[in-house]
């Protein structure tokens, strides 16, 4: 049953291939294609416009200026005062690190994970590079 229904759609199919003619493009076909190509990639051009503006960064640096300029004409002497009486002790004696205690697990952990990275890193840089070469 499904052989005949082959030959039937072969058949079928003949028939209708018989009557058409093979269509072939016309002499300068690749020229016109090219040419809407070219035109097409010359009227879509973008163009380079940044997310701030010149009047913006303008704006904003002569604001920065005019605060810097009034808080050095119009501050006082007191002001400038208030960091000598400061208590740095606490700054001196302050080391976090010295605080911090890892267990022996966690210190085989990463140093065995920096050797693996150390190891596979370069494998795997080979791997990408030999098969972006080909």
């Not at 808080?71 to 006082?76: E, H, S």
């Not at 208030?82 to 302050?94: G, S």
């Not at 205690?101 to 140093?111: L, P």
Request: proline share 3%.
């Amino acid at each position: 049953m499904k052989a005949n229904e082959d030959k039937n759609i072969e058949k079928l199919i003949d028939h209708l291939m018989k009557d058409t003619t093979l269509a072939s493009p016309s002499f300068d076909f690749t020229s016109k294609v090219m040419s809407q190509v070219i035109a097409n990639k010359t009227s879509a051009a973008t163009t380079y416009q940044p997310l701030i503006s010149k009047q913006t960064f303008i704006a904003i640096f002569i604001g920065l200026a005019v605060l810097i300029a009034y808080v050095l004409w119009n501050g006082t002497a007191a002001s400038n005062n208030r960091l000598l009486h400061l208590n740095y002790n606490l700054l001196t004696n302050f080391n976090p690190i010295k605080t911090w205690q890892f267990s022996t697990i966690t210190t085989y952990t990463v140093v065995l994970t920096t050797i693996m990275l150390c190891i596979q890193i370069p494998l795997l840089k080979n791997y990408y590079d030999s098969k972006f070469e080909a």
